[in-house]
């Protein structure tokens, strides 16, 4: 074959150069398309509320109640009611499996029977709550009797899925923003009680007590794209002073106080505002899939 017959170039055709270039700019432009922007935050806003009524009326323990109906139950009837809560951390399951298995289910998690005294501080004040999830960050002094939703804070944050909700319960420091001179009673203390009861053996009461535990609430909580959200931490009052069976548990008797901390661990649910008339949803009003997530320990 002579030499001039055919030959290969060793050098490629300008030709080739430029259709090698289109196919990875139109390659490289498929693969932005398939790269998605990160989510718009959405403002989420805490808020506070008590459901029932600040005169509740409970079961008398069986040994105390008389034969008729009137001594079978005692009227309480709350005049001051404050609630210390460190913070509050809405955790979703985007990278998040701390604290799964059984132990934090409902009837085991980490708000059970014991207190524990020696909570890790730096562990209630860090700002990080993990990956997706957001921190209130308080601590949040909440009158359990106002007669409206008292707004804790707003956040914006990913919308998504949120599965559950921690908090800590502590008491009030001298140092904390929260501890106003008219506060000064409730330093070094979580909880303080205030009322009446009515009838036969009555009379006023103080409760105080120092709560330092974690609490967690399962339940769905849903944030919508591009819709402002607002979360309740809603605490029952019908809930402070009686036990599992209804029973009234008489805050004067030392007895009872290992029964009323963990009633009022009990008293606290999360709730959500669908409807957006700035109240938390009537759970009563709701079953199936549109009952709003409200959920115990």
Request: aromatic share 6%.
């Amino acid at each position: 074959m002579k030499n001039n017959e055919f030959r290969f170039s060793s050098h490629p055709s300008r030709l080739l150069l430029t259709a090698v270039a289109t196919g990875l700019l139109l390659a490289g432009t498929g693969c932005s398309k398939r790269i998605s922007a990160p989510a718009k935050m959405v403002p989420l806003t805490l808020k506070s509320q008590a459901t029932g009524s600040s005169m509740v009326r409970a079961l008398r323990a069986a040994s105390l109640a008389g034969a008729d109906s009137d001594s079978s139950h005692v009227d309480v009837t709350f005049t001051r009611a404050l609630l210390v809560v460190r913070d509050v951390r809405f955790k979703s399951s985007l990278g998040d499996s701390e604290g799964e298995g059984p132990e934090n289910d409902v009837d085991n998690d980490s708000l059970g029977e014991a207190e524990n005294d020696s909570l890790d501080e730096a562990e209630v004040d860090s700002d990080h709550a993990g990956e997706g999830g957001v921190v209130f960050r308080g601590p949040f002094v909440l009158n359990l009797l106002s007669h409206h939703a008292d707004v804790l804070d707003t956040k914006l944050v990913p919308p998504g899925l949120y599965e559950k909700v921690q908090g800590h319960l502590q008491a009030l420091q001298a140092g904390d923003a929260a501890a106003i001179p008219d506060l000064s009673f409730l330093i070094g203390s979580t909880i303080y009680l205030e009322g009446t009861i009515a009838g036969e053996g009555g009379g006023s009461f103080i409760y105080k007590a120092r709560i330092d535990d974690e609490f967690v609430i399962h339940g769905a909580f849903t944030v919508q794209s591009d819709t402002p959200a607002t979360a309740f931490l809603v605490f029952d009052l019908d809930g402070l002073l009686v036990d599992r069976e209804g029973r009234f548990l008489d805050p004067r008797d030392p007895a009872n106080d290992h029964a009323i901390r963990s009633a009022i661990r009990h008293a606290i649910k999360i709730g959500e505002d669908k409807d957006h008339d700035g109240d938390v949803d009537d759970d009563g009003e709701h079953t199936g899939e549109n009952a709003p997530p409200l959920a115990r320990f």
